[in-house]
């Protein structure tokens, strides 16, 4: 039987193409998520800080979990936990994009898409399958 | 495998009638350069200036930086699966014209990032301050989608590089290095007193303007595999990382390779140098378990003692680097690490975003976080408009006469993780 997995994101451009657990807020908003999605037994499955652009230089982000119920992954929680503590040291710019903004904003959503989407096939549909939870 | 790498050592590079040669002066027919670089019909228009070593010049953003090499004798062609076929490289002899450097700058995603300073406090952190540059501007037509645009600056980059190269071809070079790496079996042979070393060589692999490309392959769809070391000095490797510009390796660092070039300095005398193992940074987990494994499994398979493994940018790379060492450690084999580190401005934070107890012995490129004040420039090559957007800048960068102030990051090639740079620790 495949695993079942799903996004968690914050992207509205991810959510127009997979099945996304949505967060509505910035990249901490989506980091909090996956930790309680952690500590309810759910599994990590694309790095949380995929993409060399940096925390806070984009907040969009998006992550694939494995849905599980029962004990937690320590791996996982590892990794979201330094994860979280990683984005606190990146200064949050405060930026004025002007009439770019929109551009910006959407080359950032692109560049988040890109990074899940090449997550996404990466793991193929012989092991996986998404599902909504 | 053998390479003689002939440096033809440039001084000055200037437009000309012809572009070729003359003395230490490399001289750019300008129509033909543009009419080479621009051949695409996705391209809209090219442009191309020059930028020397002590000008109050700006290059921002950069995309790639190339250096203009060509083969003289030997398989292949320079840039294999872009640029030629798909022939093995690394024999023969290629020429270089050493000193100078094509660098692209494209507007590709809004945010924007890569600076080259000719003169002044950032150009002391940039290697390619110091060399001759021919910067190719590229605008793509209307329409165009983002890996697509990515793409057609990354083959201008090369065509550019393929023509001005041409130059060097008879051209009786100023120096010859000679490498050379024998098959597995002869090479260790040869020095069969010297610890074995080989080289692990981890290529930013993530998707959109992370990637990177091995003989024309997207190296994320790659399984780890075996380099002669030469092949990488005819752009076996070429970037498509535009991203996090302190610490890619462009296309030039990967042609000339420090760690590489450093290995065979002590081939035979103080190890025996067998090699380079490549292997990608991809963003599930489980191609890094994937990875990691066939990594550890090739290293322990070529009997070596001990390995240099360098990681390409941040974050997410930091869990294969740390994936990679654990795994060839426990098979015995030593392990040095090289990275670079996101400490905070203070330097005071945790350096990587992962971290293991067997990694105890690494090598940094420097903090990406540290602040630098770049002064006002009287020039700009690209897009000035976007100096005020860049990546490692934040509230308050931009000071009323123009100067900015930026984290390292911004830098092209500020921390190298395989040493192509200029910082360095000194004790006192």
Redesign the interface.
């Known amino acids: 039987m495949r695993k079942e997995i799903f996004v968690v994101s914050n992207n509205r451009m991810v959510a127009e193409k997979y099945q996304v657990v949505f967060v509505d807020g910035n990249l901490d908003s989506v980091f909090e998520k996956i930790r309680d999605l952690v500590h309810q037994g759910n599994i ?4 949380p ?6 925390p806070h ?2 907040e969009y982000k998006s992550v ?1 979990m494995e849905k599980k119920e029962g004990s937690v992954d320590v ?1 996982s929680l590892r ?1 979201i936990e ?2 979280i ?2 984005s606190k ?7 004025n ?1 002007g009439k ?1 903004q929109e ?6 959503m ?2 988040d898409f ?6 996404v096939e ?2 193929g549909t012989t092991l996986y399958k998404i599902v909504s939870i | 495998m053998q390479l003689k790498i002939g440096n033809i050592f440039i001084d000055d590079v200037q437009f000309g009638n012809a572009t070729e040669v003359k003395g230490d002066i490399l001289y750019v027919n300008k129509d033909e350069f543009l009419a080479e670089a621009g051949a695409d019909e996705r391209i809209a228009s090219v442009d191309v200036y020059l930028a020397k070593p002590g000008e109050e010049t700006r290059i921002i953003p950069v995309k790639d930086v190339i250096e203009p090499r060509v083969k003289v004798e030997g398989q292949g062609g320079i840039f294999p699966g872009f640029m030629s076929d798909v022939e093995q490289v690394g024999n023969g002899i290629t020429n270089v014209l050493k000193g100078a450097a094509i660098v692209t700058t494209g507007r590709i ?3 924007q990032e890569g600076i080259i300073d000719m003169s002044g406090p950032g150009a002391e952190f940039t290697p390619f301050s110091k060399t001759n540059n021919i910067v190719l501007k590229v605008e793509p037509i209307e329409g165009i989608g ?2 697509e645009h990515e793409e057609i600056v990354r083959l201008a980059g090369f065509r550019a590089a393929i023509y001005v190269g041409k130059a060097g071809k008879d051209i009786e070079p100023n120096e010859v290095k000679v490498f050379e790496t024998k098959p597995l079996a002869e090479q260790i042979n040869e020095y069969k007193d010297l610890p074995k070393v080989a080289y692990v060589y981890m290529l ?1 692999t ?5 990637d990177t490309y091995v003989y024309g392959v997207d190296a ?1 769809k790659i399984i780890p595999t075996f380099l002669y070391p030469t092949e990488v000095f005819d752009g076996a490797i070429v970037s498509g ?1 535009c ?2 510009a302190c610490d ?1 390796n462009p296309t030039y660092v990967h042609m000339n390779h420090p760690v590489i070039e450093e290995l065979y300095a002590g081939h035979g005398k103080d190890y025996n140098f067998l090699g380079c193992i490549i292997t990608n940074e ?7 378990e994937r990875s990691s494994n066939m990594t550890a499994k090739l290293v322990e398979f070529l009997g070596v003692d001990a390995v240099i493994i360098s990681e390409e ?4 790379p ?2 294969d680097l740390v994936m990679n060492c654990n795994k060839i450690t426990k098979k015995g084999i030593k392990t040095v690490l090289i990275t670079d580190e ?4 203070d330097g005071g ?2 350096s990587l ?2 971290s293991t107890p067997l990694g105890d012995a690494v090598v940094t490129g420097g903090n990406a ?1 540290e602040i630098i004040k770049l002064p006002v420039m009287k020039n700009v090559i690209g897009y000035p408009e976007v100096a005020e ?1 860049i ?5 308050g ?1 931009l000071n009323e006469d123009g100067s900015i102030i930026v984290e390292l ?1 911004a830098i092209t090639g500020a921390t190298s993780e395989v040493g192509y740079g200029y910082l360095s620790a000194k004790t006192y």
């Not at chain 2, 993530?206 to 992370?210: D, E, N, R, T, Y």
């Not at chain 2, 996101?342 to 401005?345: I, L, N, P, S, T």
């Not at chain 2, 990546?391 to 509230?395: D, H, L, N």
């Open positions: 990590i499955l694309t790095h800080l995929a993409g060399s652009i940096k230089e984009t694939v791996d990794l330094n994860a503590e990683t040291k990146f200064v949050k710019p405060v930026r994009w770019e551009r910006i904003d959407n080359d950032l692109f560049i890109s990074l899940v989407q090449t997550g990466g793991l | 995603v809004g945010f983002q890996h930013q993530q998707g959109l303007l992370h994320k990382n991203v996090s890619k991809n963003v599930t987990l489980m191609d890094k940018g941040f974050g997410n930091d869990a996101y400490a905070g401005q934070s945790q975003a992962d976080n957007v990546a490692g800048g934040f509230q960068s990051q």
